[in-house]
């Protein structure tokens, strides 16, 4: 690792070293500038809701102990922790809205860039929400699917709650949900009730504004759940690939083009047209063609479903540029950093912006419409081709750091492998093998990069003690884009560090599903928009099992956690019942009050809770011990 840098990737290590003769600087020289950072703010305790503000509460009870208007500190940190999830539940469901408007043109054929690749997904997708599909062409089903999807953003009838949390979720969770009254009805009103609950001046409760904020994280799920299974309809339900990660996926003899954001109706036409512009690009010079690379969720949605090399995740997003050769970077919504353009402009880079509504100082902007995707595509690739022959050959530093990944697990995936094993019934290998004790859990990472703890660190610490202790991996997000950077999703990490039982069933599913060795130590499902696979998957056992999701042994964790919506994601995780770790501390702790309805009056409610943990190794005890807990309780 490299201490200017904090990472525990290598690649991390080797760019920062470059930035820092080039006098360039990283999100980790700015957070050495912005310490000592605020306690106020990171207790949760400052409060700008109003302009007679800012007011912030002294925690150690000797200054204000209200804001001006009489708010206290619970107040604040409940007020201030539900807008968190109420913008994470923002960002996932413009996103599905996103999808879904798309494929209703698709559904009536308006968008030629665009098809219905997976057409039993599709089906599968309508019946579980009660399209009709006998007989009936591919066209219209995608349209009614997508206009019912649309209905969640719509319905004004707060007794029918969302079409895609009732059909994604155990019934008996659903019921628990509804008696707690957070099933969101609509998820734009959900967002904007949030909102004006917790305007200056309104609910003041701090329980009732966290139960707010927990229909939001919910409202979240919904996006999620609908983003995931559309795209799949879409762009093709993921199935195990076996592809590359980490900085040295960017080749010196290629036109480099990173896609970086979310969004896969953008990178998957940047993808389909760079196919069809080799030939270009050779002619360019660029002797190895086009190569697209991937960086944060984009990267992963394109990386499971087509096996394109993933760059990097969040935090080294900048040092992707620092390596001289990646021609554009393409980025469209979330989690992009501003200080990309300032990187970019020190090489030859193109930065090329593409949503109307995320722009940024010093990128070219080339607006993408669903309608002309085809055509932008190409603008953006003869752009990166026209950038490749202004490289500076002297400022070329192509990473050694690349590893294998085998990645593609989404829900079907899973099955289809299990299936192998038992066609008529594919859940019970699993099942069996979680009931004999085989496989004493299951864990699922989730979440990002934070500059507050070693990037890729918690993630590889906590992963390895679980694994060893024979507990199931499941990965999304960035901490997917860790372990596959850090080589970790493969059948060698499994042979090396894996616990003989748990060992003994990748091998034999790994086997059985002709991968011809182990499945990965962990399993790759997606961007984080995809959580809702690992759910799909619980959801599938819970049923089977005929219990409630809070009864499994099943655990969650997100060393890293840093977005909005890595907020709601966690919330919602907690509110389906499970034990959810961060191990970053959440700017909540000014407020006594609501960090123990997190910690413990959750588990009394939703049977799931936060553990905040930073130290990784404690961490991993932790989830051991929740999940022997569980375990315990079903009998096991
Ligand atoms: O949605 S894991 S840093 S890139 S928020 Fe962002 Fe966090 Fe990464 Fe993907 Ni998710
Ligand atoms: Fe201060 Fe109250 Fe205004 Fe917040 S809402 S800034 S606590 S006066």
Same mark, same amino acid.
């Given at each position: 690792?490299?201490t200017s840098?904090?990472?525990?990737?290598?690649a991390?290590?080797?760019?920062?070293?470059?930035a820092?003769?080039a006098?360039?600087? &990283?999100?980790?020289?700015r957070?050495?500038?912005q310490?000592?950072?605020?306690g106020?703010?990171?207790?949760?305790?400052?409060c700008r809701?109003?302009?007679?503000g800012?007011c912030?509460?002294d925690?150690? +009870?000797?200054?204000?102990?209200?804001?001006?208007?009489?708010?206290? @500190?619970?107040?604040?940190?409940a007020r201030?922790?539900?807008?968190?999830?109420a913008?994470g539940?923002a960002?996932h469901s413009?996103?599905?809205?996103?999808?879904?408007?798309?494929?209703?043109?698709v559904?009536?054929?308006?968008?030629?860039?665009?098809?219905?690749?997976?057409?039993?997904?599709?089906t599968?997708?309508a019946k @579980?929400?009660?399209v009709p599909t006998e007989?009936?062409?591919?066209?219209p089903?995608?349209?009614?699917?997508?206009?019912?999807?649309?209905e969640?953003?719509?319905?004004?009838?707060?007794?029918?709650?969302?079409?895609?949390i &009732?059909?994604?979720?155990p019934?008996? @969770?659903?019921d628990k949900?509804r008696?707690?009254?957070?099933?969101?009805?609509?998820i $734009?009103?959900?967002?904007?009730?949030i909102?004006?609950?917790t305007s200056v001046g309104c609910?003041?409760?701090? &329980?009732n504004v966290?139960?707010?904020?927990i229909?939001g994280?919910?409202?979240?799920f919904?996006?999620?759940?609908?983003a995931?299974?559309?795209?799949?309809?879409m762009?093709g339900?993921?199935?195990?690939?076996?592809?590359t990660?980490?900085?040295?996926?960017?080749r010196?003899?290629?036109?480099n083009i990173?896609?970086n954001?979310?969004?896969?109706?953008?990178?998957e036409?940047?993808?389909?047209?760079?196919r069809t512009?080799? $030939?270009?690009?050779?002619a360019?010079?660029?002797k190895?063609?086009?190569?697209?690379v991937?960086i944060?969720?984009?990267?992963?949605?394109v990386m499971?479903r087509h096996?394109?090399?993933?760059?990097?995740?969040?935090?080294?997003?900048?040092?992707?540029?620092l390596?001289?050769?990646?021609?554009?970077?393409?980025?469209?919504?979330?989690c992009?950093m =501003?200080?990309l353009g300032?990187?970019?402009?020190?090489?030859?880079? @193109?930065l090329?912006?593409?949503m $109307?509504?995320?722009?940024?100082p010093?990128?070219?902007?080339?607006?993408?419409?669903?309608e002309?995707a085809?055509?932008t595509?190409?603008t953006i690739v003869?752009?990166?081709?026209?950038?490749?022959?202004l490289?500076?050959?002297k400022?070329?530093?192509?990473?050694?750091?690349?590893s294998k990944?085998?990645v593609g697990?989404?829900?079907?995936a899973v099955?289809?492998?299990?299936a192998k094993?038992d066609?008529?019934?594919?859940?019970?290998?699993l099942?069996?093998?979680?009931?004999?004790g085989n496989?004493?859990?299951?864990?699922l990472?989730?979440?990002?990069?934070?500059?507050?703890?070693?990037q890729?660190?918690?993630?590889?610490?906590?992963?390895?003690?679980?694994?060893k202790?024979?507990v199931?991996?499941?990965?999304?997000?960035?901490?997917a884009?860790?372990?596959?950077?850090?080589?970790l999703?493969?059948p060698?990490?499994?042979n090396?560090?894996?616990?003989d039982?748990?060992?003994?069933v990748?091998t034999a599913?790994g086997?059985?599903?002709?991968?011809?060795g =182990?499945?990965?130590?962990?399993?790759?499902?997606?961007?984080?928009?995809?959580?809702?696979?690992?759910?799909?998957?619980?959801?599938a056992i819970?049923?089977r099992?005929?219990v409630?999701?809070?009864?499994?042994p099943l655990v969650?964790?997100?060393?890293?956690?840093?977005?909005?919506?890595?907020?709601?994601?966690g919330?919602?995780?907690?509110?389906?019942?499970?034990?959810?770790?961060?191990g970053?501390v959440?700017?909540?702790?000014?407020s006594?009050?609501?960090?123990?309805l997190?910690?413990?009056?959750a588990g009394?409610?939703?049977? +799931?809770?936060?553990?905040?943990?930073?130290?990784?190794?404690?961490?991993?005890?932790?989830l051991l011990?929740?999940?022997?807990?569980r375990?315990?309780?079903?009998?096991l």
């Amino acid at each position: 690792s490299c201490t200017s840098c904090n990472s525990c990737d290598p690649a991390a290590a080797e760019l920062c070293t470059a930035a820092a003769e080039a006098d360039i600087p &990283t999100v980790w020289d700015r957070y050495a500038a912005q310490q000592p950072q605020c306690g106020f703010g990171s207790l949760g305790v400052c409060c700008r809701i109003c302009w007679k503000g800012p007011c912030r509460i002294d925690p150690f +009870g000797k200054g204000p102990q209200r804001g001006i208007c009489g708010a206290d @500190r619970d107040t604040i940190v409940a007020r201030n922790l539900s807008r968190m999830m109420a913008a994470g539940a923002a960002g996932h469901s413009e996103h599905g809205r996103h999808i879904a408007l798309a494929m209703q043109r698709v559904g009536h054929n308006e968008l030629p860039a665009y098809q219905i690749r997976d057409e039993a997904k599709l089906t599968a997708v309508a019946k @579980r929400l009660g399209v009709p599909t006998e007989g009936r062409a591919i066209g219209p089903i995608a349209y009614d699917v997508a206009t019912l999807t649309l209905e969640d953003y719509r319905n004004q009838d707060h007794h029918h709650a969302c079409n895609w949390i &009732t059909s994604s979720l155990p019934k008996k @969770r659903i019921d628990k949900l509804r008696a707690l009254d957070v099933l969101p009805h609509n998820i $734009d009103a959900t967002v904007a009730q949030i909102m004006a609950r917790t305007s200056v001046g309104c609910d003041a409760d701090p &329980t009732n504004v966290v139960l707010g904020g927990i229909k939001g994280a919910l409202a979240d799920f919904t996006g999620m759940c609908l983003a995931t299974e559309l795209s799949d309809a879409m762009f093709g339900t993921p199935q195990p690939v076996v592809t590359t990660a980490n900085l040295g996926v960017i080749r010196k003899d290629s036109v480099n083009i990173a896609v970086n954001g979310h969004n896969p109706l953008l990178s998957e036409v940047i993808c389909d047209v760079a196919r069809t512009m080799q $030939d270009k690009a050779k002619a360019a010079g660029a002797k190895d063609g086009i190569n697209i690379v991937g960086i944060c969720c984009s990267g992963n949605e394109v990386m499971l479903r087509h096996g394109v090399p993933l760059a990097t995740n969040y935090l080294s997003q900048e040092l992707a540029i620092l390596t001289g050769a990646l021609d554009a970077m393409v980025v469209d919504v979330q989690c992009i950093m =501003p200080s990309l353009g300032e990187v970019a402009e020190c090489f030859h880079t @193109r930065l090329v912006t593409t949503m $109307d509504e995320n722009k940024m100082p010093g990128a070219t902007h080339v607006s993408f419409h669903e309608e002309h995707a085809e055509e932008t595509a190409r603008t953006i690739v003869e752009m990166a081709i026209d950038a490749f022959t202004l490289r500076d050959p002297k400022r070329i530093r192509i990473s050694s750091a690349v590893s294998k990944a085998v990645v593609g697990f989404s829900a079907e995936a899973v099955i289809g492998a299990l299936a192998k094993i038992d066609p008529d019934d594919p859940l019970k290998p699993l099942v069996d093998n979680i009931v004999n004790g085989n496989i004493r859990g299951i864990a699922l990472f989730a979440g990002c990069n934070n500059t507050q703890s070693m990037q890729d660190g918690g993630f590889q610490t906590i992963a390895k003690k679980l694994a060893k202790n024979n507990v199931l991996l499941l990965a999304t997000g960035c901490g997917a884009g860790a372990f596959a950077k850090l080589g970790l999703m493969t059948p060698e990490a499994t042979n090396a560090y894996a616990g003989d039982t748990l060992k003994a069933v990748l091998t034999a599913v790994g086997e059985a599903a002709g991968l011809g060795g =182990p499945l990965p130590m962990v399993l790759h499902m997606g961007s984080c928009v995809d959580n809702s696979r690992a759910v799909a998957v619980a959801t599938a056992i819970a049923d089977r099992l005929g219990v409630d999701l809070h009864e499994l042994p099943l655990v969650a964790s997100a060393p890293e956690a840093m977005s909005e919506k890595a907020v709601a994601i966690g919330t919602w995780s907690v509110c389906l019942g499970l034990p959810t770790h961060i191990g970053t501390v959440p700017q909540v702790t000014g407020s006594a009050v609501v960090t123990d309805l997190l910690t413990r009056g959750a588990g009394d409610l939703f049977g +799931g809770y936060f553990i905040v943990e930073p130290n990784p190794d404690a961490a991993a005890d932790t989830l051991l011990g929740a999940i022997e807990e569980r375990r315990r309780a079903l009998g096991l």
